[in-house]
Each structure stands twice: as structure tokens, then as C-alpha cells.
């Protein structure tokens, strides 16, 4: 039986897009490898919204290529967002590469690769490695791939995400995601339904909604009762009999109308737990950045949600070096860490990435001061993080049972509504189970519990 194994780097779209490819395997009958170096097909779905995170995909895949030279047969993928931005260049920069394919064809992936590796091991010789290098980033129908997740396997996690939108047009000055994932387009409520529903009878019980600007969802639809296309579908997602919690991520402040701060107030299933992205706390970057809020409605929509929801806990991403930001605009936005306390922060070096506007902006900020205010907030940033999660000992929290503890396989861990998670005793419960718990103790950002 052949073997693929599938290594992930970037959001949770991508995640979920890897499952997808995987299940396809699956039902093509394939199995996974139990480690990357016994694979016949290998493949990496990447990500660009940072070099680092393109520099560690291509090092790994680099890698792999070199601990292969005895296995010849075996057919190296780039997929997903490097794609888009670098295409065929990845051809030159890893000789060994076969087949690359954007973030729009992922139904291709199988088929490439299962005729190439099927090629290879027909032939006695083994053919020369570049002939059958693919290159495949046309456009597909939106919802193409959404069909392959009844492929699944039973499942084994009791949490899964349903991507309900596509792309992005927001072209916020600093990020390349509008171009890597295209035109914004959203999915039908139906089928969004339809896929929960699935997930349920097969055992989820926590859904997370994706997109990259998830309260567009539904934008070109009235607006009905107060209530936009996204907090419609919210409410409907809600009803779903067997479901018990329900996520949704990421939000931006445009758009973020009153009926989505209600819905904290009458949705029990949706979790106390919003990560919001801010980006900077300085009006004039944020401007720069072509982020269309001012600081203040942020501070605002976080003060209302948490009127709605009294034990919100809000995360945030933050960007320090824009280009332009001084210390004055570094310390607006420190201050404005201070002022909402976040329950935890990604803190992200500026990183120019090729095309947009941003990376040919004046005054670009060095690397050391980069490195300095990403040092600086992060003390802040976890101080107060900390302090939050100080605050839970002795409270009564209900986590949804994940699986093992990730530090210590001896424990289980759980996730509370707030999203924190949670180590309790093995043998007290079962993975997919809610359970209450009573928090005993907190060491930074782990916190233990016991029934
Ligand atoms: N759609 C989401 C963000 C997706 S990208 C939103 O708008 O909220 C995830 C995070 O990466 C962003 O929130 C931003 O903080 C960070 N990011 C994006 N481009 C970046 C860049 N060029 N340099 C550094 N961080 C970046
Ligand atoms: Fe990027 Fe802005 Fe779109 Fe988020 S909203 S994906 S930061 S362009
Ligand atoms: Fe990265 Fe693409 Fe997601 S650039 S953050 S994997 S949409």
C-alpha cells in the first residue's frame, strides 16, 4: 500500500485544506506513513504570510529531498499559499520538487501525484525526476473541494473547522492572503449546514466557522430582523441538535454591527472566546496598514462584547515595525495592550512580503528595533496573560475533553469555553466529553483541574 504524509505550516484554512487532500488519499487507498521519511508521496502545504514561514517549509522540504536520494521513486508536493506567490520559482529553488498546485486546485493533488508515483514504479528505470513536474493553479469552482470531506474517515477528534467563506479583498497594505487566496466569495448556508450536520452525527461536538473576514459572511444578503447573513447563519449552525459548542475566527472590527456583539447575550453554544485582531493601537498605522477602524471603535466593540458576554476572553494578533511606526506609535500601542488586557496576543515582526503596497512604504523599521518592541510587548502581552489565568483558580469551568496533554501524555487535556486549555487526571473522563471542572491550579499559561 502506498503512503502520503502531509505536513502543514500557516492558519487553520490551511489545516482544514490538508484534510481534505488527506481524505482523498484515503479513499484513493492510500494510507499515511508513519513517518516522513517512509512516504512514497510527500507534501507540504505552505504558507506566506511571513518569510519565516516560507523559509521553514522550503528548509524542510529541502530536507527531505536530501534523506531521499535512496528512495527515488518518491513524488515531493508544494501545496497551498507559496503556490500562489512563487509558482514556478519553486521548481528552480528545489530541484527534486514534482508537483506544485495553489490554493484553488486542491482536488488535483491526488490525481498528480498517484499517476506519478503509479509511473515510477512501473518503470524499472526510474524516469528523470523533473518529467513530471506540475504546475497547477487554475481557479475552481469555490465549493469543489468541499465536497471531498464525505471521504473522512471516522473521525478521531471531537473539534473540526468548516471553512464558510473563501479569499479576501480586504487588501490590508502589509498582507499578501488576497493574493495567494483570491476574491472573496461565500459558501451556501445549506451546504455550510449541511457539512455541520455531518461533522455532528459523526461525534464533533465543536465547530469552528473560517474565513479570513468571517462576519462578511453572507454580506450580499439583507439583513433580516437586525440580524446580517453571518449571525443568521450563526443562529442556524446554533440549532444543530448534538452540536455543543460553536467558534467562530477571525473577525475584523469592519462590519462587527450590533447583532454580532448581541449574539454573545442569546447564543449559549457560541464560546466565550473572540480572537480579534487588532494589528496596532496607533490610528496613523493603523491607516497606513489600510485597516479601516480607529483604535477607539476597537476598544469599543471589545468593551461591548464583553457588556454581552461578561467572561469573554479576547485574543489579538498585533504587527510591530510597520514601516513608519515610531516608538510613540509602538507605545499607543502598548498602552492599548495594557488597557484591554488580552487574554493572550500573536505578536508578529513586520514582514515585508513581495507586492504589496507596504513592502515599498518609506522608512522601514530595522530589524533590531523589530526585534526590541516584539520583546517588549511580549512581556507585556504575557504578564497580563498570565494574571487572567491566575484569576481562574478556584472557579468552576466546563471543558470539552481533547485527548492527551500535549506536555505530558500521562494527562488529558481540555479546552474551556474561554479556549484555555486544561490538564485533568487520565482515566476521568473521555475524549469528546464535557466535563466541569474546578481549576486547582495555574503555571503561566497551563492550568490544571479536577472534578
Ligand atoms: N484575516 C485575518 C488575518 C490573517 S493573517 C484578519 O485580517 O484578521 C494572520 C495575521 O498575520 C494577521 O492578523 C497579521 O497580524 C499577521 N500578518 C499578516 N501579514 C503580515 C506581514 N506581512 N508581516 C507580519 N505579520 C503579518
Ligand atoms: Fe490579510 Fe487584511 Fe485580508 Fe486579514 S483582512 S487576510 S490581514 S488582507
Ligand atoms: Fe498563511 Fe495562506 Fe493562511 S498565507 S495565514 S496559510 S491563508
Known amino acids: ?23 482523498m488519499f484515503l479513499a ?3 494510507s499515511f506513513a508513519n513517518s516522513e521519511l517512509e512516504a512514497d508521496v510527500v507534501l507540504i502545504n505552505t504558507c506566506s504570510v511571513r518569510e519565516k514561514a516560507e523559509l521553514k517549509a522550503l528548509g524542510k522540504m529541502g530536507m527531505l529531498c536530501s534523506q531521499s536520494v535512496d528512495r527515488p521513486w518518491v513524488v515531493f508536493g508544494f501545496m497551498g499559499c507559496m503556490v500562489q506567490s512563487k509558482a514556478r520559482e519553486l521548481f528552480e529553488t528545489v530541484p527534486r520538487l514534482d508537483v506544485v498546485t495553489g490554493t484553488h486546485c486542491y482536488h488535483r493533488v491526488f490525481p498528480l ?3 506519478l508515483l503509479k509511473q515510477r514504479l512501473a518503470s524499472a528505470v526510474h524516469s528523470p525526476l523533473r518529467k513530471g513536474a506540475q504546475l497547477c493553479e487554475v481557479e475552481d469552482l469555490p465549493d469543489a473541494h ?6 473522512l474517515p471516522a473521525r478521531t477528534s471531537c473539534s473540526a473547522f468548516v471553512s464558510i467563506m473563501q ?3 480586504m487588501r490590508c497594505s502589509y498582507c499578501i492572503v488576497p493574493y495567494t487566496r483570491g476574491a ?3 459558501r451556501p448556508a445549506a451546504d455550510i449546514l449541511d457539512e455541520v450536520r455531518r461533522l455532528v452525527d459523526s461525534g464533533v461536538k465543536e465547530i469552528t466557522l473560517l474565513g479570513q473576514i468571517v462576519n462578511r459572511y453572507g454580506r450580499e444578503e439583507p439583513v433580516i430582523d437586525g440580524r446580517s447573513g453571518f449571525v443568521r447563519l450563526l443562529e442556524m449552525v446554533h440549532e444543530v441538535d448534538g452540536l455543543e459548542r460553536l467558534r467562530f475566527t477571525s473577525p475584523h472590527p469592519i462590519g462587527f454591527r450590533e447583532d454580532l456583539v448581541r449574539a454573545f447575550s442569546y447564543l449559549p453554544k457560541l464560546c466565550s ?9 496607533s ?7 489600510r485597516r479601516p477602524y480607529k483604535q477607539q471603535k476597537y476598544v469599543e466593540l471589545c468593551e461591548a462584547m464583553r457588556v454581552a458576554r461578561p467572561d469573554l476572553a479576547i485574543t489579538t494578533d498585533i504587527i510591530v515595525g510597520f514601516p513608519g511606526e515610531t516608538q510613540e506609535d509602538y507605545l499607543l500601542t502598548k498602552a492599548a495592550v495594557e488597557q484591554i488586557k488580552f487574554d493572550n496576543a500573536f505578536i508578529f515582526q513586520y514582514s515585508p512580503r513581495r507586492g504589496t503596497p507596504a513592502a515599498d512604504m518609506p522608512d522601514q523599521v530595522c530589524l533590531r528595533e523589530k526585534e526590541a518592541r516584539n520583546h517588549d510587548l511580549l512581556d507585556t502581552v504575557n504578564r497580563i496573560a498570565i494574571a487572567r489565568n491566575r484569576a481562574l483558580v478556584g472557579t468552576q469551568q466546563v471543558i470539552l475533553v481533547d485527548g492527551p496533554s500535549k506536555t505530558n501524555p500521562n494527562r488529558l487535556q481540555g479546552r474551556t469555553s474561554q479556549n484555555k486549555p486544561v490538564i485533568i487526571e487520565q482515566g476521568i473522563a473521555k475524549v469528546g466529553e464535557l466535563l466541569p471542572v474546578t481549576i486547582r491550579e495555574c503555571t503561566g499559561f497551563t492550568l490544571y483541574g479536577a472534578v
Not at 1 to 23: L, P
Not at 146 to 151: A, C, E, G, T
Not at 283 to 289: C, F, P
Open 146 to 151: 468541499n465536497r471531498i470531506r464525505d471521504h
Open 184 to 186: 472573496e466569495r461565500s
Open 167 to 169: 479569499g479576501c479583498e
Open 28 to 30: 484513493g487507498g492510500y
Open 1 to 23: 500500500m502506498s503512503s502520503v504524509y502531509i505536513k502543514t505550516y500557516g492558519c487553520q484554512m490551511n489545516e482544514r485544506d490538508s484534510e481534505q487532500v488527506a481524505a
Open 283 to 289: 490610528d496613523r498605522i493603523l491607516q497606513l496598514m
Open 273 to 281: 472566546h473572540i480572537h480579534f485582531p487588532m494589528q496596532s493601537g
Open 113 to 115: 501525484c498517484d499517476s
